[in-house]
């Protein structure tokens, strides 16, 4: 059964960075589309971005745009988010899912029942 496994969460200032990774199992990794969502705290569920299989399509949320950047090795089945120019509002747990294409339509993101634990990102001084 598919199980995603999230990391490289941590405490930055702002302006600093973080690579955030998923290492995926269970699932056929190189054929799937890849998508990193975020809760903020008292928040819902936001789409972050996504990437198709062969790393050629990429989509990210105008709140992030410029300064995210998703990628992936089919190789290590393994998923990523370079966070850079991070700003407070950026704090949230941080998901790694395989996506719905209705998210960056600006659907309600809602919680798989094999989404890992996330990743918790604090931006603060």
């Known amino acids: 059964q598919a199980h995603l496994a999230e990391s490289g969460g941590g405490l930055v200032q702002p302006g600093g960075s973080l690579r955030l990774s998923c290492a995926a199992s269970g699932f056929t990794f190189n054929t799937a589309y890849m998508s990193w969502v975020r809760q903020a705290p008292g928040k819902g569920l936001e789409w972050v971005s996504d990437i198709s299989p062969g790393s050629v399509i990429t989509y990210y949320a105008d709140a992030v745009k410029g300064r995210f950047n998703i990628s992936r090795d089919n190789a290590k089945n393994t998923l990523f988010l370079q966070m850079n120019s991070l700003k407070p509002e950026d704090t949230a747990l941080y998901y790694c899912?395989?996506?719905?294409?209705?998210?960056?339509?600006?659907?309600?993101?809602?919680?798989?029942?094999?989404w890992g634990q996330g990743t918790q990102v604090t931006v603060s001084v």
């Open positions: 899912a395989r996506t719905d294409p209705e998210w960056r339509r600006g659907a309600e993101v809602t919680r798989g029942s094999r």
